[in-house]
T-cell receptor
Framework: DSGVTQTPKHLITATGQRVTLRCSPR?????VYWYQQSLDQGLQFLIQ???????AKGNILERFSAQQFPDLHSELNLSSLELGDSALYFC????????????FGDGTRLSIL | KNEVEQSPQNLTAQEGEFITINCSYS?????LHWLQQHPGGGIVSLFM???GKKKHGRLIATINIQEKHSSLHITASHPRDSAVYIC?????????????FGKGTKLSVKP
């Protein structure tokens, strides 16, 4: 058990809809990372937050947004969903903002119909 | 060309064999990570290293910074080692810790 909790585990929705994925980091960890794993692109970095502030941005679409709350949990919001957004979305956490081992959640599997 | 390349893509071994998975990268890095992803999808961090060698049980990870190359070795492989092994790097510089991933090596160990 990594100590990182992601909910929900599975999500099925339709094109054009909006969903929110939630992540609770391991106790004591200040950084939260979001990654997307799709069949064609593999694992890709989306965004990092450190202690409530955005620290790094990767290949995150404008339709996607994230935030980290004062209690350090994070949410990833995906809107105007397209078929190609179907993927596994992982959250990871670490104590520091860089050069730290990352602890991964079990992922949220998003299926767009 | 991907910034992180792994070989082989697929690997089938017999139980007990010594296994090596290779990773080459083309960017400056702060650290290199080896991750394990089981068929259920969960990802476990195996190693984070920036120099030399680390060992944990039957797993050994090495890195050669000058050659931009890392290897993951599994001694006395077992069917429970069957998984996808992913090499990832933290790019050098800044205060960010995001990872750039290889495409993974799918390992199947037969009894």
């Amino acid at each position: 058990d990594s100590g990182v909790t992601q909910t929900p585990k599975h999500l099925i929705t339709a094109t054009g809809q909006r969903v929110t994925l939630r992540c609770s980091p391991r106790s004591g960890d200040l950084s939260v990372y979001w990654y997307q794993q799709s069949l064609d692109q593999g694992l890709q970095f989306l965004i990092q937050y450190y202690n409530g502030e955005e620290r790094a941005k990767g290949n995150i679409l404008e339709r996607f947004s994230a935030q980290q709350f004062p209690d350090l949990h994070s949410e990833l919001n995906l809107s105007s969903l397209e078929l190609g957004d179907s993927a596994l979305y992982f959250c990871a956490s670490s104590w520091g903002s860089s050069n730290q081992p990352q602890h991964f959640g079990d992922g949220t599997r998003l299926s767009i119909l | 060309k991907n910034e992180v390349e792994q070989s082989p893509q697929n690997l089938t071994a017999q139980e007990g064999e010594f296994i090596t998975i290779n990773c080459s990268y083309s960017v400056g890095i702060s650290a290199l990570h080896w991750l394990q992803q089981h068929p259920g999808g969960g990802i476990v961090s195996l190693f984070m290293l920036s120099s030399g060698k680390k060992k944990h049980g039957r797993l050994i990870a090495t890195i050669n910074i000058q050659e931009k190359h890392s290897s993951l070795h599994i001694t006395a492989s077992h069917p429970r080692d069957s998984a996808v092994y992913i090499c990832a790097v933290t790019p050098w510089g800044g205060s960010q810790g995001n990872l750039i991933f290889g495409k993974g090596t799918k390992l199947s160990v037969k009894p």
